[in-house]
């Protein structure tokens, strides 16, 4: 089976602008999760979709958004972006049950100028 | 707040030493996870156990969960330089994961 697949693998965009990554998951998993990982913050929850559905979110603020399609592929959206958005973004699938281990993506990078 | 938290936040050993971590929680749980993160890469999954399980093996990593005290270890036997990682640990509550441990393996 093929991972879960992240475009872009990098990016530059410049304050104000704003971005769309992208998330493919492993074939038959329902779930998809989102997490931005700083230097600073750590490792923090964005948010998870389950059947096109967002099942949880983190504290995030609005300009961060996601989606999730019918064949489980995920895109999120930052509008406005802030320098401090400057962070890697990773994308995690599972099957959606319980016990269900999450399998990551290598994320994308993404750099505020 | 997440419910998993790593500690120690640094850990450096010699090649060949063992390594542990440990997580504390909140809430009850089903089962608990640790991951492994390579710089720059997604976290890779080690091991799962389950909130009725109170060790489990995987080649040369050990788990140990204590309901009790809501707590977990993980322990890395024979440490080798290709462990150098972060290492998080997550419930499956909520799937948040602390700041980690970083692991350093001096060869």
């Known amino acids: 089976k093929a991972g879960v697949t992240q475009t872009p693998r990098y990016l530059i965009k410049t304050r104000g602008q704003q971005v769309t990554l992208s998330c493919s998951p492993i074939?038959?998993?329902?779930?998809v999760s989102w997490y931005q990982q700083t230097p600073g913050q750590g490792l923090q929850f964005l948010f998870e979709?389950?059947?096109?559905?967002?099942?949880n979110k983190g504290n995030f603020p609005g300009r961060f958004s996601g989606r999730q399609f019918s064949n489980s592929r995920s895109e999120m959206n930052v509008s406005t972006l802030e320098l401090g958005d400057s962070a890697l973004y990773l994308c995690?699938?599972?099957?959606?049950?319980?016990?269900?281990?999450?399998?990551f993506g290598n994320g994308t990078r993404l750099t505020v100028t | 707040s997440q419910q998993g938290e790593e500690d120690p936040q640094a850990l450096s050993i010699q090649e060949g030493e063992n390594a542990t971590m440990n997580c504390s929680y909140k809430?009850?749980?089903?089962?608990l996870q640790w991951y492994r993160q390579n710089s720059g890469r997604g976290l890779v999954h080690l091991i799962l156990?389950?909130?009725?399980?109170r060790e489990k093996h995987s080649g040369r990593l050990r788990v140990t969960l204590d309901t009790s005290k809501k707590s977990s270890s993980l322990l890395i036997t024979a440490s080798r330089a290709a462990d150098t990682a972060s290492y998080f640990c997550?419930?499956?509550?909520?799937?948040?994961f602390g700041a980690g441990t970083r692991l350093t393996v001096k060869p």
């Open positions: 995690a699938s599972c099957p959606g049950e319980l016990n269900s281990p999450l399998h």
């Open positions: 074939s038959g998993h329902r779930s």
């Open positions: 979709y389950f059947s096109e559905t967002q099942r």
């Open positions: 809430t009850s749980i089903n089962n």
């Open positions: 156990i389950r909130s009725n399980e």
């Open positions: 997550a419930t499956e509550v909520d799937m948040r």
